[in-house]
């Protein structure tokens, strides 16, 4: 059996027969991967079975796609995003992105760690759209589907701006100063989805 660690946050977490668990982590080596947890009753595989949870992980793989967990370490729990249901929604929105978009044990380091900055930014953010929008766009530029020169139908030229200057922001702070209107963040979420649709 091959021993591998990672550093990977809990996208999705299903009972599984008795005191068992499967886990969907977003991992930093591989990619989307599943992993086996038995006897998740004991407070800390509790806590790292929980959605959410950043550890790092070790695991054993064998033959199956289904790894099983030999040891973790918490790195944050992420309980502020159970503050509110805002947070909550916003945190299913880029768990449902990872999920909609990545092939299992496709290695994506840059895009595990856009995807933990941007949650660990969502008690900061008072419009979640602004988080949302600005993530999707650079999840697009990552994967290839964005960039400046893109068309966008039915937008005019300033929305197009927008969506440029938000997609290549290096602030989180510049990013509160941007405004996008309810219509404006209906396209860039419609557009993210399409484009990993076709």
Not at 82 to 101: C, G, N, P, Q, V
Not at 176 to 198: A, C, G, M, R, V
Request: proline share 3%; aromatic share 14%; hydrophobic share 40%.
């Amino acid at each position: 059996m091959l021993q591998e660690s990672s550093k990977a946050i809990v996208l999705r977490s299903v009972f599984f027969k008795d005191n068992q668990k499967i886990i969907t982590l977003f991992s930093e080596r591989f990619g989307l991967i599943s992993a086996l947890i038995k006897g998740y009753s004991s407070p800390i595989k509790s806590s790292l079975s929980e959605i959410f949870c950043e550890a790092e992980y070790l695991f054993t793989k064998g033959n199956s796609d289904l790894r099983k967990y030999q040891d973790g370490s918490i790195l944050d729990l992420h309980l502020t995003l159970r503050a509110k249901l805002s947070y909550l929604r916003t945190a299913a929105s880029l768990t449902k992105a990872i999920l909609s978009s990545q092939m299992p044990e496709k290695a994506s380091p840059h895009l595990y760690a856009l995807f933990t900055s941007f949650l660990k930014q969502i008690p900061h953010f008072t419009a979640q759209e602004q988080l949302l929008s600005c993530f999707y766009l650079k999840f697009l530029r990552h994967e290839g589907f964005y960039h400046k020169e893109c068309e966008m139908p039915n937008l005019s030229l300033e929305e197009q701006g927008l969506l440029a200057k938000i997609a290549y922001l290096q602030s989180f702070e510049e990013l509160k100063k941007e405004e996008i209107s309810p219509f404006l963040f209906t396209y860039i979420e419609d557009f993210f989805f399409q484009s990993f649709k076709n």
